[in-house]
């Protein structure tokens, strides 16, 4: 196993994970088989309980991880299913550790940050790259080198590039700093002390960077390219030009002009063939050159931040490549909509998603888009919450079930459409444990979800507490409304659609996580099939 450790310098944001994932791309496209971890320095246990405000979206894995959105990167990149340990916390660092103290398997002994934590994260690390497979394992460590809370992780790091040596004059362990190099005055004089200085604070802690990646508003003069080589001693090849690209589906081919893969994987000691990079360029042109435009409405409770929605926007993106369309994501927050009605505000959109979410705040907004969708057969997907949302203004405008709702909501509602799992009514801790990850689902063969998967059995994420009131469904489906998808068992309602619309499509799993170029989100695939239907008249 090979390993490649990324590192940020001077602020947070600079884009490593994106940096690695592209780095990834091209070691795939050389016939590697490559994982990729991220470590994120906080106490939580994972990202299942925070706020999208304060973390942007909660990425979910096949095994029901709640992880950092930067996974949901690795996995677009490398086209892999990664598992939750793959994202390492503090959190999970410490619990481990401190469960073993009680266990009694330190035999006694004073429980240090050196060696019981530093060991841990080192076994993590390595567990989670072996047990994946792969010939080379990217790691990426959250936040910047002179935070506190990553310091620990630091020295594991070292210690463990200095247990591991190298062979015949290679390395097994290579370096990558990630870090900003700022325009100051009116003439864009490029500077490089922050570099500096983020490298000499990295060089102190023992670790010394292999390769910069120097991003910028720009590209990276040649003179300060030699001067960071000077000052940070590492060739002129090692410092990386990364200014802003238009998309971050062109980072491969950038860093494939300077070099990176070869230069790495020559410090490695690999030997790499040709990249096949065909596929993807192509996928990019499709991305960058459209022919066609439509708008996308996303509904949400927490779009003050487009990270909460990541996975979402990435997904427009595998489909717009593929129909040759620009989709244009406009973000409308639900409680606007309780405000200044839908109609004033989604009626300018091809299409409207309303994705998930928890909680009261905006609810009424999001069932007010599932109206104006249904009313005006614009095309609709709700995902998660969205669904659920569908099902409650269905409920109310066209059953006439005036106060139909979720007990998530209103709990003595007479007509409760929505109801908490049955294996969550004892439920009281709230970190993982919702109905999560991948679980199979069977689609009727004439529905429009069966036509749009090529498929009537298809296996997608999950992440939800509440689902669709079985003793309700009869009377649900006594009209339009159909529930084309259905759970194993066919106890839980997965997908709902209302074929008197053009396209009004519901989901209780998240078809988002899974979306990768060239293999975008069916569903979501649906949606922008039918905005350009009613656009252009295409399909």
């Known amino acids: 196993m090979k390993y490649i450790f990324v590192t940020g310098g001077v602020i947070s944001g600079l884009g490593k994970g994106t940096t690695a994932a592209a780095l990834g791309r091209l070691l795939v496209a050389r016939g590697f088989r490559v994982t990729a971890i991220k470590i994120d320095p906080y106490l939580n246990i994972d990202a299942g309980t925070m706020n999208p405000f304060e973390h942007g979206e909660v990425f979910v894995m096949d095994d029901g991880g709640e992880v950092d959105l930067d996974l949901g990167t690795y996995e677009r990149f490398l086209d892999v299913n990664l598992s939750k340990d793959h994202n390492i916390t503090t959190g999970k660092i410490y619990l481990s550790v401190i469960n073993k103290e009680r266990d009694g398997v330190y035999l006694g002994k004073t429980v240090q940050i050196i060696p019981h934590i530093t060991n841990e994260i080192k076994r993590r690390i390595a567990a989670a790259a072996e047990s994946s497979g792969a010939e080379i394992a990217l790691?990426?460590?959250?936040?910047?080198?002179?935070?506190?809370?990553?310091?620990?992780?630091?020295?594991?790091?070292r210690q463990m590039s200095m247990e591991m040596g190298g062979r015949n004059?290679?390395?097994?362990?290579?370096?990558?700093?990630?870090?900003?190099?700022?325009?100051?005055g009116s003439v864009g004089e490029q500077k490089t002390k922050p570099t500096q200085h983020s490298v000499r604070e990295l060089r102190a802690i023992g670790i010394d960077p292999d390769l910069i990646i120097a991003r910028a508003e720009r590209d990276i003069e040649p003179d300060i390219k030699k001067k960071i080589s000077l000052f940070c001693n590492v060739p002129v090849e090692a410092v990386i030009s990364a200014p802003n690209l238009p998309s971050i589906y062109g980072l491969p081919m950038w860093l494939e002009e300077q070099h990176v893969a070869e230069y790495v994987l020559r410090k490695l000691g690999l030997a790499g063939g040709v990249p096949e990079l065909s596929q993807w360029k192509e996928f990019y042109l499709k991305l960058e050159h459209p022919r066609y435009f439509v708008d996308v409405a996303i509904v949400g409770k927490y779009t003050e931040l487009a990270d909460a929605y990541i996975s979402h926007i990435e997904a427009f993106h595998h489909v717009g490549a593929a129909t040759e369309c620009k989709v244009n994501t406009r973000f409308i927050e639900s409680e606007d909509l309780e405000k200044k009605g839908a109609e004033k505000l989604l009626s300018g959109s091809d299409a409207i998603l309303v994705p998930g979410g928890f909680g009261s705040r905006g609810i009424e907004g999001k069932i007010s888009a599932a109206g104006y969708a249904?009313?005006?057969?614009?095309?609709?997907?709700?995902?998660c919450l969205g669904f659920q949302c569908a099902v409650i203004e269905y409920a109310r405008s066209v059953l006439g079930w005036d106060k139909a709702n979720s007990t998530e909501f209103n709990p003595d509602s007479p007509h409760p459409v929505i109801d908490l799992l049955p294996e969550q009514r004892e439920v009281s801790e709230k970190g993982g444990t919702m109905r999560l990850g991948a679980h199979k689902v069977v689609l009727e063969p004439e529905s429009l979800a069966a036509k749009l998967y090529s498929s009537t059995t298809i296996y997608e994420r999950h992440r939800h507490r509440f689902e669709i009131n079985p003793e309700l469904i009869s009377d649900l489906t006594s009209r339009d409304l159909r529930f084309t998808g259905k759970s194993e068992d066919s106890r839980r309602m997965e997908v709902a659609e209302l074929r008197s619309n053009d396209y009004f499509v519901g989901s209780q799993f998240h078809p988002e996580f899974k979306s990768r170029p060239g293999r975008p989100s069916p569903l979501h695939m649906g949606l922008i099939t039918a905005a350009l239907k009613q656009k252009y008249g295409t399909t």
Request: aromatic share 8%; hydrophobic share 40%.
């Open 374 to 383: 249904r009313s005006s057969n614009k095309p609709f997907l709700g995902i």
């Open 139 to 157: 790691i990426e460590l959250g936040g910047t080198v002179g935070d506190i809370e990553s310091m620990p992780f630091l020295e594991a790091v």
């Open 169 to 184: 004059g290679h390395r097994e362990f290579l370096f990558i700093h990630t870090t900003l190099i700022p325009e100051v």
